[in-house]
């Protein structure tokens, strides 16, 4: 039956085949699909739900904090002074600080000769009381200690500085998220570290040194309109420790603070031995830890704690607990932050209306046999492929983007009336996520239309879809696994594409928790997307291969 | 078609006796249409392989080093494949009645056994004794892999670990109430199907359900709605079955849970009965 009417099609298209053979075949496949009030309907219901689910998970941020001023408050009442840095990110800035002014241009040179820490003892069991301190010896990854040039003694403020830290080395870092790799490996009274920054108009240079002979340049950062006379010296600081526990139906994380302790000696500051008077300043809060007393959040950063500043001989020793980085939702974070993608949550459900629809675009035609009809009349199998892909894509990108718009700009007011801190991103960041959001239900749309063309019944492709999509978020965010497998799942998984949604980075300088529900994927958001992008090719490429082979 | 034909013989045979077809014919009319065709073998295979292999995956991926304090739960732990055999089994009671609507055998079995519910009431029987057998092995298998990895990989008794086995009585628990979520899962994925008629439309809806519930709790910080969501979602309260370490701090208990589940069930099943009698096949 169709040999006979595939010869006239040709025949009858044959002329102007090459002019609009495609689009043609892109109106007839827009068409067929704005058509079926079905699939219209599973649009529109794709839309509303996702920015129902979404501004309902918005609404759901309440993280209650009754405890830090004894009676219970909520909403915004409850947020602390939260500082931003120079560049508007939101920012934990806690050190202890011991400092001297610093005018014009000048240098502070120190060498540091032993590093330790300790943390809060988190077993898992709470705190038995009268068990004297229960902190327990070791430094964090990214415990710090070092020589900083500050803009002011104010939490925020513009910086360098050169420091050693508990698991990465020597390091650079400036403003919040500026970090560069010095000298490998950890300090010990046998192996030193000389740390020297230099600062020349708004140029601050670090240098780093085994011996203090031979330097090395790590770095040049430019702080602009930096004062004249601004505080330099030498700090300690350490972020909280976080134990993500993994239970099934809700991961849940505990911590606790921990603080470290520097030792520093060779202190010059402007190439003078530095006899002058030192002022130690707790920025933040970042003094010592108290003694005594069970591990607990903030509090134990106490003005009744023992002085975190000594001078011994030619010896000064700091200690300090806290952070000098940009604040990363999740688990560890002080502050009950959260970002601009919790409003998206509804996307998975969109994700399952949109693939429902795309599997029933290409499936359908198997089940009322149109498949021949429309075979028959463009008998290039890959090009039908194509016009149903572009077109489910773009219904779903077009639909995706009205409903991530509406999600987010109704969603994150909403989370930031509810005593969150939105943690605050650039707007061609918020862009991306947004059209990242649409372009990832897009994708979606042409991995389902794939799938339903390789196995041909709409059940088993929709179900393929949807679960290597969101069971790999599913079990990771439950931690399920432990999180380095959970990390390749969505490395490998077309379940990467979430990532593009992620709004604040990975930042190097941040112990960051493989959490995809706080914003933490493994992977960057674009490459993320790329690895969702790979699946829907290979799942094109062999709906296309079995296309052709196949017998309609 | 000749499933029909076989369904009619068995039926005209049993006339004479009951006055009608009975329980039994409808029986057996399902089992033969489930048991002649390949997909649904094939489904119930990808069910009892699907379950071990994740389970066992996620045994292999997870080490308890030395020292160290896991707050893990190993029966839990051992079953973490029903999620991924849900889905399964959610396509293959979807198609049971999903199938007949798309190719018009509906109207054919309706003929034959005009008492509808009859034959709903057959299907759901059918499905959930295969399901609960494919379930039975899927879980076996699961079991049997914790057992025999999770002790090498630092869950020993030694360390306060209970065993992966059959013999300790919360994993017995488990082990059978995940047999039982699975049953209770094709059962409601059975009653969205009669209600949505669409096999692409009820397994979305289906997916949805057991999905999205748990990625908004995993979302979700307000310790309240937290508390709902693991209370009242059929994923969350049924999945509670599973649970043999830190039994006080569930938001339901393990048997509650999974009457939750049942209740979704139900609640679907009723649904689909009920629009099954009212609507023109």
């Known amino acids: ?32 699909f704005r058509t079926v009030r079905g699939w219209v309907i599973g649009m529109i219901v794709a839309a509303i739900l996702t920015v129902l689910v979404g501004l309902f998970a918005a609404g759901g941020v309440n993280i209650g904090c009754g405890s830090s001023g004894g009676a219970a408050k909520s909403g915004k009442a409850c947020l602390p002074y939260i500082p931003h840095g120079p560049g508007g990110e939101v920012v934990t800035d806690s050190f202890n600080f011991a400092h001297q002014p610093l005018t014009g241009n000048g240098s502070i040179t120190v060498r540091v000769t032993s590093f330790r820490g300790e943390h809060a003892n988190i077993t898992g069991h709470p705190a038995q009381a009268g068990n004297g301190p229960n902190m327990a010896p070791g430094l964090m990854p990214w415990s710090k200690a070092g020589i900083i040039i500050k803009e002011n003694l104010h939490q925020g403020s513009a910086y360098a500085a050169m420091m050693v830290t508990g698991g990465n080395g020597v390091r650079m870092q400036d403003n919040y998220t500026g970090d560069t790799a010095g000298l490998p490996g950890s300090v010990s009274a046998a192996g030193p570290r000389w740390l020297r920054l230099t600062r020349s108009g708004d140029a601050i240079t670090g240098y780093d040194s085994a011996d203090g002979t031979h330097w090395a340049k790590v770095g040049t950062v430019q702080l602009a309109g930096l004062p004249a006379t601004v505080p330099a010296g030498m700090f300690a600081t350490s972020p909280s420790y976080v134990v993500t526990q993994t239970s099934f139906g809700g991961g849940s994380s505990s911590g606790g603070p921990s603080q470290a302790t520097g030792v520093f000696d060779h202190v010059t500051v402007s190439g003078n031995p530095a006899g002058g008077t030192w002022s130690d300043t707790p920025v933040g809060g970042g003094g010592p830890l108290s003694q005594s007393g069970p591990a607990g959040p903030a509090g134990l950063r106490g003005a009744s704690g023992p002085a975190g500043f000594s001078h011994a001989g030619g010896a000064y020793t700091l200690t300090g607990s806290g952070d000098i980085a940009p604040v990363t939702p999740g688990p560890g974070s002080s502050l009950p932050t959260t970002t601009i993608e919790q409003s998206l949550t509804g996307a998975f459900i969109g994700l399952i209306a949109i693939v429902v629809v795309a599997a029933m675009f290409f499936t359908a035609e198997y089940r009322r046999g149109l498949i021949r009809t429309t075979l028959a009349a463009t008998p290039q199998r890959g090009r039908v492929l194509a016009a149903k892909a572009l077109v489910a894509g773009a219904a779903a990108f077009v639909t995706g983007l009205v409903a991530a718009t509406v999600a987010v700009a109704v969603g994150v007011p909403l989370e930031a009336g509810k005593g969150q801190v939105v943690l605050p991103v650039p707007a061609l960041t918020e862009i991306r996520v947004v059209v990242g959001t649409a372009a990832l239900l897009a994708v979606a749309a042409v991995f389902a239309i794939a799938l339903g063309a390789v196995l041909r019944r709409s059940a088993a492709a929709i179900t393929l879809a949807v679960v290597t999509v969101v069971l790999p978020f599913l079990l990771t965010a439950l931690h399920v696994f432990p999180s380095g497998v959970g990390a390749w799942l969505l490395r490998l998984t077309p379940a990467a594409g979430l990532a ?24 960057p958001p674009f490459a993320g997307f790329a690895v969702l992008c790979a699946w829907a090719a290979a799942a094109l490429a062999l709906a296309f291969f079995l296309l052709r082979r196949r017998d309609a | 078609m000749s499933t029909a034909v076989q369904a009619r013989q068995k039926t005209g045979r049993a006339e004479p006796r009951t006055k009608g077809a009975g329980m039994l014919d409808a029986l057996h009319a399902e089992w033969t249409k489930l048991r002649t065709v390949s997909g649904p073998a094939w489904l119930l295979l990808g069910v009892v392989a699907l379950t071990a292999a994740v389970s066992a995956a996620a045994d292999g991926a997870t080490h308890c080093p030395a020292g160290m304090n896991c707050p893990v739960d190993p029966a839990k732990l051992s079953l973490t494949g029903i999620q991924f055999g849900q889905a399964v089994v959610a396509i293959l009671a979807v198609l049971v009645i999903c199938n007949e609507y798309s190719t018009g055998m509906i109207r054919t079995t309706f003929t034959a056994m005009p008492r509808r519910l009859l034959v709903y009431a057959a299907k759901a029987v059918i499905v959930a004794v295969v399901v609960l057998a494919a379930g039975a092995v899927a879980v076996l298998g699961s079991v049997l ?40 899962i094709a059962l409601l994925s059975l009653g969205i199907a009669a209600l949505v008629r669409d096999s692409a439309v009820a397994i979305g809806a289906v997916l949805a359900i057991l999905y999205l519930f748990p990625i908004i709790l995993a979302f979700v910080t307000d310790p309240a709605w937290q508390h709902r969501l693991e209370r009242w979602t059929p994923t969350n309260a049924g999945l509670t079955i599973q649970a043999t370490t830190g039994l006080r701090n569930l938001a339901i208990s393990p048997w509650g849970g999974l009457g939750v589940l049942a209740i979704w069930a139900g609640a679907a099943l009723l649904a689909g009965g009920m629009m099954l009698r009212v609507r023109n096949a």
């Open chain 1, 1 to 32: 039956m169709t040999t006979v009417s595939v010869p006239r099609a040709e025949a009858a298209a044959g002329a102007d085949a090459r002019r609009s053979g495609f689009g043609s075949l892109l109106r007839s496949e827009w068409t067929k």
């Open chain 1, 500 to 523: 593009i949604e992620q709004s604040i980075p990975n930042y190097p300088q941040v112990t960051n928790v493989i959490d995809p529900a706080r914003g933490g994927y493994p992977l």
């Open chain 2, 145 to 184: 892999a914790g057992h025999l990895i999770l002790p090498s990989h630092g869950f020993t008794a030694s360390r306060g670990f209970h065993p992966v086995w059959l013999s300790y009585g919360p994993a017995l628990r488990a082990a059978t109430g995940s047999v039982l979520y699975l049953a209770l």
